[in-house]
């Protein structure tokens, strides 16, 4: 398994500004994901986090309202930009195995945007 | 149609019952599945997972996978409270996409 630290656990932002959520993992690991859950969904997947080149994003999610950092194999950033109060929700990154058949869970970052 | 469907609860029973959370899906070529456990304001913590069909146990969590009805179960034995959080299902076809479901909120009541 891997341990996983999310940075900040929770922030209370006002609309229009940025956040930088950190995600730190204590191995290498290929893959890394940002993921948002808003209250009773289910988890959605924003974006895959690649070493060394851009963000592969999924529909509906684009890098110049997420933009992706990821310098190395145990760290990476997620940045949401513009904010509004839709974008309140608990970010997660996550890491799968070197096998890359399940995946492990950072503890959540807690964004409220008023 | 939902790749991953869950029943959303929410699930109340009394302590030491016997809990069955279920999944069911679409897409045939899943072979890895797993059980994710968040207690409110946590991350998801993995539970259990299992590749392909069949059973797996540890403790008092039991996993069944039966691919040809494309339905799996979790289930736990006496049931106790610090079992109450919401439990996620997750499916895999080939380890690079991973399908959630919604998840079931159980409480369990002294």
């Known amino acids: 398994s891997a341990v996983i630290s999310q940075k900040p656990s929770r922030d209370i932002c006002q609309r229009g500004t940025s956040l930088t959520i950190q995600c730190q993992v204590d191995?290498?690991?290929?893959?890394m994901f940002w993921y948002r859950q808003q209250p009773g969904q289910s988890l959605t997947l924003i974006a895959t986090a690649n070493q060394g080149s851009e963000a592969t994003y999924e529909s509906g999610f684009v890098i110049d309202k997420f933009p992706i950092s990821r310098p190395n194999l145990t760290f990476s950033t997620l940045t949401v930009s513009n904010m509004s109060p839709e974008d309140s929700s608990i970010y997660l990154c996550s890491v799968a195995t070197l096998r890359a058949d399940t995946q492990y869970f950072g503890p959540g970052t807690r964004l409220t945007v008023l | 149609q939902k790749e991953v469907e869950q029943d959303p609860g929410p699930l109340s029973v009394p302590e030491g019952a016997i809990v069955s959370l279920n999944c069911t899906y679409s897409?045939?070529?899943?072979?890895?599945f797993m059980w994710y456990r968040q207690y409110s304001r946590k991350g998801p913590e993995l539970l259990m997972y299992?590749?392909?069909?069949g059973n797996k146990e540890d403790g008092r969590f039991t996993a069944q996978v039966d691919k040809s009805s494309k339905y799996i179960s979790l289930f736990i034995r006496d049931s106790q409270p610090s079992d109450s959080a919401t439990y996620l299902c997750a499916m895999s076809p080939t380890g690079n996409q991973f399908y959630f479901g919604t998840g079931t909120s159980l409480t369990v009541i002294p």
């Open positions: 897409n045939s070529a899943f072979q890895y």
């Open positions: 191995s290498q690991v290929t893959m």
């Open positions: 299992t590749y392909s069909s």
